[in-house]
């Protein structure tokens, strides 16, 4: 049992490029670990050297995750176990949730130690709206499954964050374009690196863009939310009450409505009236 830490599982975010961002903290954890779960270990010694710690590791990822995890879970008890992904923060597009879930479902301390993470990271490259944001991970690589999940998300009134490769991101960013229509995005690569960059602009115009030279590194696909719809028109507006006056009667109607289409409800329930009386 380690001496100064605990005994539990400890999340601990890693550098997404930059070895500089790794914080004091995440460093003190990881060196005094009984235990680290990597995703690739030769990523993770490369880590530990950097902070002059040496430490037991044992992977933990999609392909063994299942056959791991109980052995881990038991460790927990008496000892300090640090989870970490490659780069960033785990459980971000990777099967650590599952670790947390049972951990906590065996009564083990849970630690969270943040720090970067390249989706976030992204949204404050882009310069688009961050008051609200949609995390989609990697969309599918078959076209037509790429094309159902795109038209799942077309309507969040939230910026998308997704992961892509660079082979596959101009056809990923057509296929944004056409599912959502051309809006402002930007193209995130080598965050935190030395030749970062985040170029920005219509999803056609950059799909366009990497046609013909996919770039290299980690990428991150922030994209712009839909435009506010246009205002409803008096026959929308008729039409949406006398549907639900055949279900409701006139002031949850009007509420109903007002939900809907952004109107005014005492404006509706008013209308509603003339309808109702007309009838």
């Not at 998308?160 to 660079?166: D, H, K, N, T």
């Not at 719809?229 to 279900?247: G, H, I, N, Q, V």
């Not at 409701?248 to 409505?257: F, Q, S, T, Y």
């Amino acid at each position: 049992m380690n001496a100064e830490l605990s005994p539990g599982l400890y999340i601990v975010a890693t550098p997404i490029g930059n070895l500089g961002d790794l914080s004091p903290r995440a460093a003190h954890v990881l060196a005094n670990a009984d235990v680290v779960a990597v995703e690739d270990s030769r990523v993770t010694a490369g880590l530990l050297r950097h902070i002059g710690a040496r430490r037991p590791m044992t992977p933990y990822h999609d392909h063994n995750a299942d056959a791991v995890r109980p052995g881990l879970i038991a460790r927990m008890g008496g000892e300090v176990v640090a989870l970490v992904s490659d780069a960033g923060t785990p459980l971000i597009s990777d099967p650590g949730y599952k670790l947390v879930r049972d951990a906590r479902a065996a009564g083990h301390q849970v630690v969270t130690v943040p720090g970067p993470c390249a989706a976030v990271a992204a949204l404050t490259l882009a310069g688009l709206p961050t008051d609200r944001f949609l995390f989609v991970g990697f969309l599918p690589s078959r076209q037509h499954a790429r094309a159902e999940a795109i038209a799942e998300i077309a309507g969040i009134r939230a910026t998308l964050i997704l992961y892509e490769s660079g082979p596959r991101l101009s056809a990923c960013l057509t296929a944004l374009a056409e599912g959502l229509g051309d809006r402002e995005a930007g193209v995130a690569r080598e965050i935190t690196k030395k030749f970062e960059e985040c170029v920005t602009g219509r999803l056609s115009v950059l799909a366009e863009r990497y046609a013909d030279a996919p770039p290299k590194g980690e990428i991150v696909v922030v994209i712009a939310p839909p435009d506010a719809p246009p205002p409803a028109s008096a026959d929308d507006r008729d039409a949406a009450l006398a549907e639900a006056l055949t279900r409701l009667p006139p002031a949850k109607a009007a509420g109903e409505v007002a939900k809907r289409l952004g109107l005014d409800r005492k404006a509706l329930y008013a209308r509603a009236m003339e309808m109702k009386g007309g009838q």
